[in-house]
Every structure is written in structure tokens, then in C-alpha cells.
């Protein structure tokens, strides 16, 4: 069955400071990828996504991530953060290929910013 | 553009009461999703659907049914609520189920659920 770990469960970080959050999950096959955003009181919002071509993608609001097949990483960066990145952040596995339909998520990673 | 919407935003109800809480989106997207979040747990996926009258159990769909006769509606029933259900339920929809593309999901504003 497909999961996904994420390490750190909170993280707390001065503005300006760079970021990585870490993502690994457990498939072998070919998966798409994705990272999700929830900012206080706000729904879930996709931030970026990773189902073919160049490992490395960027998304909004100057987040990149880099998919690694041979560490089945799937890592968010940012070099920068702000006050306005608090939030919680989502990693998101898919099986695609193959007959599954369901994304499943990792429990979160809970950013506080401080200004 | 309404997008997805779920109602009500917030309920309390008392164990053992049956719970219909609503999704509904105006994308005419064939899937659809329910998911819990609490903490320490994330996001579960309760049910989903590919399409209308397709429905189909995810992680944690014990005490939940779901039905799907129209495209654009998703209710999720809770037909005895006890006091572990109490969360935040979110329903989400994207165009195709993840494993086509890598279609994402668009999410609905959430329902907090408090079962006393």
C-alpha cells in the first residue's frame, strides 16, 4: 500500500531563512506527486505537482520541489521564507498508472514563521 | 464561480444522531472525495467517487456512507455519530482520479463537526 512520511511535524523558522520540508513515500511504481497548502482557517490549496518531465518543479509563491526516483523523496524548498508561508503543508502521493485513484497524504508539517 | 462548496460550515450534534453533512461543485467534475483531518493524522480519505453511482471506501469509511445520484453532489452521512467522528471534514473534486495526468484536487472550505 502506498504511504507517505513526513519528517518534521512542526518547524519554526525566521523570516528569511530557507526551507526544506522533507517527503518520502513507499511506491515503486510511477507516481505523481503532489504538495498542498492550508493557511490558518483556509482550505486546502495545491501549491505544486509533479507527474512527468523535469524532476525539479517550481510552484507559486516561490516554492520548488525536487522529485528524487532513487530516494522516493519528494522535497519542498523554498530559499526565502516569509511571515505570510505560516501554514500547514501536505505531501501527496498517487499512484498513477496504475488502477488506483486515490491520493493519499502525509499528516503535515506545521510552518511558523517568525517575523 | 462558486466552485466547491460544503454546508453546514459548523455543527454540533449529540452521539447516536444521524449527520448529513453536504458537497456540492459546479466544475461538473467526475471525482469526487471525503476526507477527515485531525490532528496528529492529517488527511484520510473516507470515501470517493469516480463518478455518479460510483462509489468506492478509502482509509477510515467505517460509520460514514456516502451517495452520488447527481454529478455535482457528494453527501457524506453519518448514521450515529459517536464523539471519535468529531473533525473537520473536507470534500474535494478534480477532473480525473489522480492516477490520469496527476489531476489535482480542489478543495472545499471544510465542515467542523463536534459530537458531544
Known amino acids: 500500500a502506498q504511504s507517505v512520511s513526513q519528517h518534521n511535524h512542526h518547524v519554526i523558522l525566521s523570516e528569511a531563512a530557507s526551507l526544506e520540508l522533507g517527503c518520502n513515500y513507499s511506491?515503486?511504481?510511477?507516481?505523481?506527486l503532489f504538495w498542498y497548502v492550508q493557511y490558518p482557517g483556509q482550505h486546502l490549496q495545491l501549491l505544486l505537482k509533479?507527474?512527468?518531465?523535469?524532476?525539479l518543479v517550481k510552484g507559486i509563491k516561490g516554492f520548488e520541489a525536487e522529485f528524487i526516483k532513487s530516494k522516493f523523496s519528494f522535497n519542498l524548498r523554498k530559499p526565502s521564507v516569509q511571515w505570510s508561508d505560516t501554514a500547514e503543508y501536505f505531501c501527496a502521493v498517487n499512484a498513477g498508472g496504475g488502477r488506483d485513484d486515490k491520493i493519499i497524504f502525509g499528516k503535515g508539517t506545521r510552518l511558523h514563521i517568525l517575523p | 464561480d462558486a466552485g466547491i462548496t460544503q454546508s453546514p460550515r459548523y455543527k454540533i450534534t449529540e452521539t447516536g444522531r444521524q449527520v448529513t453533512l453536504m458537497c456540492h461543485q459546479t466544475?461538473?467534475?467526475?471525482?469526487m472525495f471525503w476526507y477527515r483531518q485531525d490532528l496528529g493524522h492529517g488527511l484520510r480519505l473516507i470515501y470517493y467517487s469516480a463518478a455518479a453511482d460510483i462509489t468506492d471506501k478509502g482509509e477510515v469509511p467505517d460509520g460514514y456512507v456516502v451517495s452520488r445520484s447527481k454529478t455535482e453532489n457528494f453527501p457524506l452521512t453519518l448514521e450515529s455519530a459517536t464523539r471519535s467522528q468529531t473533525s473537520v471534514y473536507f470534500c474535494?473534486?478534480?477532473?480525473?482520479?489522480?492516477?490520469?495526468?496527476?489531476?489535482?484536487?480542489?478543495f472545499g472550505p471544510g465542515t467542523r463537526l463536534t459530537v458531544t
Open positions: 466544475w461538473s467534475h467526475s471525482y
Open positions: 509533479y507527474f512527468s518531465g523535469d524532476p
Open positions: 474535494a473534486s478534480s477532473w480525473a482520479g489522480g492516477r490520469v495526468s496527476g489531476y489535482e484536487q480542489y
Open positions: 511506491y515503486g511504481g510511477t507516481v505523481n
